[in-house]
């Protein structure tokens, strides 16, 4: 048995944030089911949102994220954000974080959709997500525990307090590890879908994790779709940021015309799920998306990372035309958590992608997420630092003989469904038969998911994610930022409150 104060699960930069922010005193363990490397955190491209520039002014910072959000954010939550950011980032600058800077040392600022002031810092151009981890991993990794290729497979709740978790090695050897607190940094879910920015294993872990535990889950029917992925062969393989629009680079169909003309006043600066579903509306008619980047000055110096994308797969960056579809690419919604990461279960907290507070309202601010890891991965770790510790008591180890393997569609299969049922367009009666059909799989799943094979496992939680996201759609009878119901296309006040998602079924509650 393996006890340490705070065990986090994921790698990306709440994760690290938030272990950089803890006393040096305490002892961390870092679960990750990959490589230390592999998050979403380490893709992004677009860059850090904080106020830099004289003309700027954290109020402005908080109209555009409460705007993008359609008003649905959660306003402390927002007004937190946008003030300790800026400082927050001095504080690290100081300790050696660079962000790229012209030739007088001043920090270059961006500009990206639906920002009305130039605020987005860039590090290595469009390299800032790797850039942010690196640091952080160079501050704080000699005092964590960093376990790879360890995936959790449940959490241990007793007495509705979180004490640990079960997990497997790639050798397919279980562990528990226990904690005063356990931190759910496991990030987003956009491989959930085929077409998506994410990295391969951001499959909602941490949502079908804490919903089996029993705790609370919050608006997920908001998951944000990205205008510009890379196109090969009709697959999406990898993300052409914001920032390029930011830099002058418009979206034109086959004949050269501009699209967002005449579709929104902000045109190619449009919020998101516009400018995904102008997109997905010309896609489904037969036309093909290019960006042009013919107005965009130093296109291969300024971005690198998306050169080099670009040239892996053919694409001849001479003819200033990329080809572009949209594809899942952040989830505003997530566990249920308070300011300070805490979820209804006490000890169990959950930051980054994979928590909700309400930061994000309906539709994510452009380069909001990083800001968000460090801000809240910050005051996660300020919570846990306050908190007495309690004693443990370890809970017996009970492995299921299992006798037969549950029938599980494949992981395309879920993908290409929710990529169909639950995706830029959704309707009632195709969240009914998504519902419907993840429902009939997750029947299959009996008791805690110990004595499965990793491969079936993960297939669980992808199920359960997928099937929480579906309901909550389904459950949400209006069109409101990222969700879009063809059958109800006008938002609804009466709506707007937030749609908690409760383990009430027998088929996914569990108990230790
Ligand atoms: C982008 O670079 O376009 C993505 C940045 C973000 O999602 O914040």
Redesign the pocket.
């Known amino acids: 048995m393996q006890v340490y104060d705070v065990v986090i699960i994921g790698s990306g930069l709440a994760a690290w944030m938030t272990a950089h922010s803890l006393p040096k005193n305490k002892t961390v363990a870092m679960l990750t089911k990959q490589s230390r490397w592999s998050s979403n955190s380490m893709l ?3 860059g850090v949102a904080a106020v830099f520039s004289k003309e700027d002014h954290w109020s402005s910072h908080y109209r555009d994220t409460m705007t993008a959000g359609c008003e649905y954010n959660n306003e402390q939550a927002v007004e937190y954000l946008v003030k300790r950011g800026p400082a927050l980032i001095h504080e690290l600058m100081r300790s050696g974080l660079r962000f790229d800077c012209n030739e007088h040392n001043e920090v270059l600022l961006g500009r ?1 959709g639906a920002h009305t002031c130039r605020r987005i810092l860039h590090a290595g151009g469009d390299a800032t997500g790797k850039a942010l981890v690196s640091f952080l991993y160079q501050q704080a990794h000699h005092y964590v525990d960093m376990i790879e290729y360890e995936k959790v497979q449940e959490l241990i709740v007793t007495d509705g307090r979180c004490v640990g978790v079960w997990t497997q090695n790639s050798a397919g050897e279980l562990s528990a590890y226990y904690a005063q607190h356990v931190v759910l940094a496991t990030g987003g879910c956009g491989a959930l879908y085929s077409y998506t920015s994410n990295t391969p294993e951001a499959v909602g872990n941490g949502l079908s994790l804490a919903y089996r535990a029993g705790a609370e889950l919050v608006d997920l029917e908001f998951i944000q779709f ?1 205008p510009t992925l890379l196109v090969q062969n009709g697959k999406a393989v990898g ?1 052409v ?3 390029v629009r930011g830099e002058g680079a418009v979206l034109v169909n086959g004949h050269g015309e501009r699209i967002m003309k005449g579709v929104h006043e902000l045109e190619d600066l449009a919020p998101r799920d516009i400018v995904s579903r102008e997109i997905y509306k010309r896609m489904t008619n037969g036309e093909q998306i290019f960006l042009s980047i013919k107005n965009v000055k130093n296109f291969t110096k300024r971005f690198p990372t998306i050169t080099s994308l670009c040239r892996t797969h053919g694409i001849n960056l001479e003819k200033q035309l990329i080809p572009v579809m949209p594809g899942a ?2 989830h505003m919604g997530g566990v249920k958590v308070n300011m300070f990461g805490e979820t209804n279960i006490q000890r169990l907290y959950a930051v980054g992608e994979a928590a909700c507070s309400g930061v994000h309202g309906a539709n ?1 601010l ?4 990083l800001l968000e890891g460090l801000v809240f991965g910050e005051l996660v770790a300020k919570r846990i630092t306050e908190r007495q510790d309690e004693p443990i008591i370890p809970v017996p180890f009970s492995v299921p003989f299992r006798q037969e393997v549950p029938l599980l569609p494949s992981k395309t299969y879920v993908q290409e469904m929710m990529m169909s049922h639950v995706g830029i367009v959704r309707s009632h009666s195709s969240l009914t038969r998504m519902v419907r059909l993840l429902e009939e799989c997750l029947k299959e799943v009996e008791g805690n998911l110990l004595g499965y094979k990793h491969e079936t496992i993960e297939c669980i939680h992808m199920i359960t994610a997928a099937y929480v996201i579906a309901k909550s759609a389904l459950e949400r009878e209006e069109s409101r930022g990222a969700h879009f119901r063809s059958d109800f296309p006008a938002a609804c006040p009466r709506w707007s409150k937030q749609k908690i998602i409760r383990q009430k079924e027998k088929v996914l509650a569990w108990k230790v």
């Open positions: 992004a491209q677009g990206e990205h993300l940021s914001e920032a690419h952040f994510r452009a380069s909001n997420s």
